[in-house]
């Protein structure tokens, strides 16, 4: 599956952004999801992810009531909706999938990746 993320950009703190994870070259209802980001200097982190039909997801602390994500299968997209965005979340954003059915956290477990989309949060 190739996967390519967008709507990155730049905003002021406490604004939002919403991220997009498109896929196509297989059944990307098949896949969890995940959300990763890196910021200069740091190791790529986790962020979110969803299982196969969006019913399950889970959220790194630093991010929980502030980041939802979701799927739509219909659509082959995976979408993160960033709100009360804080400086300390400028990153450069990915999406990562996995061929299981269960939510997937760990960096080691995606196949596949798409390339970053920047997201940069002024103070």
């Known amino acids: 599956v190739q996967l390519q993320a967008s709507g990155g950009g730049l905003v002021q703190a406490g604004g939002s952004l919403r991220l997009s994870c498109a896929a196509s070259?297989?059944?990307?209802?098949?896949?969890?999801v995940g959300w990763f980001r890196q910021a200069p200097g740091k190791e790529r982190e986790f962020v979110a992810s969803v299982n196969w039909n969006g019913r399950t997801t889970y959220y790194a602390d630093s991010v929980k009531g502030r980041f939802t994500i979701s799927r739509d299968n219909a659509k082959d997209t995976v979408y993160l909706q960033m709100n009360s965005l804080k400086p300390e979340d400028t990153a450069l954003y990915y999406c990562?999938?996995?061929?299981?059915?269960?939510?997937?956290?760990?960096?080691?477990?995606?196949?596949?990746w798409g390339q970053g989309t920047q997201v940069t949060v002024s103070s």
């Open positions: 070259g297989r059944t990307f209802s098949w896949y969890a």
């Open positions: 990562a999938a996995d061929p299981t059915t269960d939510v997937v956290t760990s960096i080691r477990e995606f196949d596949y």
